[in-house]
T-cell receptor
Framework: GESVGLHLPTLSVQEGDNSIINCAYS??????FIWYKQESGKGPQFIID?????DKRQGQRVTVLLNKTVKHLSLQIAATQPGDSAVYFC????????????FGGGTRLMVKP | KAGVTQTPRYLIKTRGQQVTLSCSPI?????VSWYQQTPGQGLQFLFE???????NKGNFPGRFSGRQFSNSRSEMNVSTLELGDSALYLC????????????FGPGTRLTVL
């Protein structure tokens, strides 16, 4: 079943290319930023996170960049695969807000074989 | 280690009824957060429970309530259902009171007719 918005921005890439998904966050006091991947009919799945005292963090095939000056977050996926097709959300955890997350609107990534 | 489980997975109710959704967090996790996901509003935070106490609450009417039990399992209740309450309700589990990581369950798809 559907799990995300009907009018999400969509990024279409060729298999094997690199993907860059961008997100603007709202709260300059946020301490923690996370990228989630959501496939149809499933809950969001953790991809990678970054704390506000960092500007770059790398995982397996993924890199997150944080620019606090312009409140911008990006997710880079190297060698994009068909299994990467999903909706990607950025989320922020405001300082002193316990485990509350504020989510961005999401970007749909479509990988063409 | 088992993930976050939510029951039921699908639910159909009519306007005016009430509904109770259940969430079992990851073993050892003491914080449970609830989110509502709709095509129009995206992912929105409902509330968070830690050690049986509500710590944070989102901007939802009082018809939305929740609780947490001593074994960290949580329930949320929606009374006097409205058509606009149709959504995917997601439960997320975190280890402790301050943000470190958050894992989502598959969600409960609620349809209000």
């Amino acid at each position: 079943g559907e799990s995300v918005g009907l009018h999400l921005p969509t990024l279409s890439v060729q298999e094997g290319d690199n993907s860059i998904i961008n997100c603007a966050y709202s709260n300059s006091a946020s301490d923690y930023f996370i990228w989630y991947k959501q496939e149809s009919g499933k809950g969001p799945q953790f991809i990678i996170d970054i704390r506000s005292n960092m500007d770059k963090r790398q995982g397996q095939r993924v890199t997150v960049l944080l620019n606090k000056t312009v409140k911008h977050l990006s997710l880079q996926i190297a060698a994009t695969q068909p299994g990467d097709s999903a909706v990607y959300f950025c989320a922020e955890n405001p300082n002193n807000a316990g485990n509350m997350l504020t989510f961005g609107g999401g970007t749909r990534l479509m990988v063409k074989p | 280690k088992a993930g976050v489980t939510q029951t039921p997975r699908y639910l159909i109710k009519t306007r005016g009824q009430q509904v109770t959704l259940s969430c079992s967090p990851i073993s050892g996790h003491r914080s449970v957060s609830w989110y509502q996901q709709t095509p129009g509003q995206g992912l929105q935070f409902l509330f968070e429970y830690f050690s049986e106490t509500q710590r944070n609450k989102g901007n939802f009417p009082g018809r939305f309530s929740g609780r947490q039990f001593s074994n960290s399992r949580s329930e949320m209740n929606v009374s006097t259902l409205e058509l606009g309450d149709s959504a995917l309700y997601l439960c997320a589990s975190s280890p402790g009171p301050t943000f470190n990581e958050q894992f989502f369950g598959p969600g409960t798809r609620l349809t209000v007719l």
